[in-house]
């Protein structure tokens, strides 16, 4: 099994600043794209950004010269430093990242339990 958990979310005010960590652990061979994932209460999951193994990434407008995605490839870790956050931003931070369990299998998406973000005006 492949376990994917969060850390790092809470309540900041508008303007402020958070930083969260999805560790992936388990029986992993290779990890592909790792990403964050956001879901406002009565909406649907949206993508907030992703990074592939080689470092390329991609953001959701909505989140661009804000938010800056990472990875410790050596930690099967992702972050997600999250800069000028507005009340919009507030939604549950959802983790995924594409593992191979070995190298004849292909990739399956895992998610992480999520982690509340919630930013006060």
Known sequence: QVQLVESGGGLVQAG???RLSCA???SIFSINAMGWYRQAPGKV???VATITSDGS??????VKGRFTISR?????TVYLQMNS???????EYYCNARVAR????????????????????
């Open 102 to 121: 070995s190298r004849s299998s292909g990739y399956t998406d895992y998610w992480g339990q999520g982690t509340q973000v919630t930013v006060s005006s």
């Open 85 to 91: 956050l507005k009340p919009e931003d507030t939604a």
């Open 57 to 62: 990434t991609n953001y959701a407008n909505s």
């Open 45 to 47: 999951r949206v993508l």
């Open 72 to 76: 410790d490839n050596a930690k099967n």
């Open 24 to 26: 992936a652990s388990g």
């Open 16 to 18: 402020g600043s958070l």
